[in-house]
């Protein structure tokens, strides 16, 4: 069955980003995917430096969160949009868990070869694809193939109707669709 782990990165309470990556999430568990949907909050971890690294190892919560990047064949990611990039909190995170943990371990490895949906929310007019730019370039560089459909939710404050969906309901068929695609894309790379 295919795997795919969910989140924002977002830790604030009634996140928005949280919302959206949630309707991607439900799309791919109606197709058949076995998703885990994840809040980096419980996920602390400081930020990383080398030195805390090579002194104390890597933190538990960044041990956990890696091990969940690499137990899973993709990704839904919802970014919130942080003066034109994404959030400090998702950088950090990912940063942690591009790390290797034995002098044998593959570069990578929670990344190489898996594929990611992208996707935003902000109170901004442009809805966080500036910040969709950076991840996306981010995410390939360490290995990981992001697929070119990508979903940016303007207003986002007013985009949410109390049930969870997006009010647009184009907006929530888009959403939806990238749940949809990555399942399906996954399905087909599986030997």
């Known amino acids: 069955m295919t795997k795919i782990l969910a989140f924002s990165g977002s830790s604030r309470k009634q996140s928005v980003n949280q919302k959206l990556v949630k309707i991607a ?19 602390p971890m400081p930020l990383f430096n080398q030195d805390l690294e090579d002194e104390q190892g890597m933190p538990a919560k960044a041990h956990e969160f890696k091990k969940l990047l690499v137990e899973h064949d993709g990704f839904l ?15 950090n995170v990912i940063d942690w868990a591009s790390r290797a943990e034995s002098d044998d371990e593959p570069p990578l490895l929670a990344y190489r070869g898996k594929v990611a949906s992208i996707m935003a ?6 809805g966080g694809i500036r910040g ?22 303007p207003m986002a404050f007013k985009a949410f109707e109390e049930n969870g969906k997006l009010a647009d309901k184009k907006q929530q068929q888009a959403v ?4 949809l695609n990555l399942v399906n894309l996954l399905e087909r790379l599986k030997p």
């Open 77 to 91: 990611v919802a970014s919130p949009e942080y003066n034109s990039a994404f959030s400090p909190l998702l950088k």
């Open 25 to 43: 999430a439900l799309a791919a568990e109606n197709q058949g995917a076995s998703v885990t949907v994840i809040d980096l909050l419980d996920f």
């Open 176 to 179: 939806e669709k990238l749940g």
């Open 121 to 126: 929310a902000s109170p901004g007019g442009l």
């Open 132 to 153: 969709l730019v950076f991840l996306r370039m981010l995410l390939n560089n360490i290995g990981v193939t992001v697929l070119p459909e990508q979903q940016a939710i």
